[in-house]
């Protein structure tokens, strides 16, 4: 089974996660985008920094997602440095042989990055203040 799992310094705004089999009737995507605003304030920028361990923990999570029902091929790989608004922090992909096995396994996939990989942001505000979150 095709699987990428990487945490990346470089840009992955044009990246586009091969996942594509025989088997597989759906492909689903996503691609989350530093947005210009965040608890009713306006965002300017986000760092993201990775524990060493974010590598890790990224291909543990996508071979749990290997293993879900109907899924032919999966990946993943989140950005750290510094980005702007627009810039994508996230790219992940999963084909699977029926389209809802592809939405609930990319779904799935994505919610488990945001809760257990060891990424931590920090937000720029527009009015010069910064505020760190995903610290445990």
């Given at each position: 089974m095709?699987?990428t ?6 840009s992955?705004n044009s990246l586009?996660?091969d996942v594509?089999?025989?088997?597989a009737?759906?492909t ?7 947005r210009d605003?965040?608890g009713?304030r306006d ?12 590598g890790?923990?990224?291909?543990a999570?996508?071979?749990e ?11 993943a ?6 980005l702007?608004?627009?810039d994508?922090?996230l790219?992940?992909?999963?084909s699977a042989?029926?389209r ?7 779904g799935w996939l ?11 942001k920090n937000?720029v505000?527009?009015d010069?203040t910064?505020?760190w979150?995903?610290?445990?």
């Open positions: 095709p699987t799992a990487r945490i990346s310094d470089d992955i586009r996660l594509g089999a025989d088997a009737g759906a689903v995507t996503f691609h989350g985008v530093v605003h965040d009713g965002v300017r920028a986000i760092e993201y920094i990775g524990h060493p361990s974010a890790d923990v990224i291909a999570i996508v071979a997602a290997a293993k879900l029902d109907g899924v032919v091929a999966v990946g790989v989140h950005r750290v440095g510094s702007g608004i627009g994508v922090a790219v992940a992909a999963v042989a029926h809802a096995e592809a939405f609930g396994a990319c994505v919610d488990e990055i945001k809760a257990r990989l060891p990424i931590w937000q505000f527009a010069g910064t505020e979150t995903g610290c445990p």
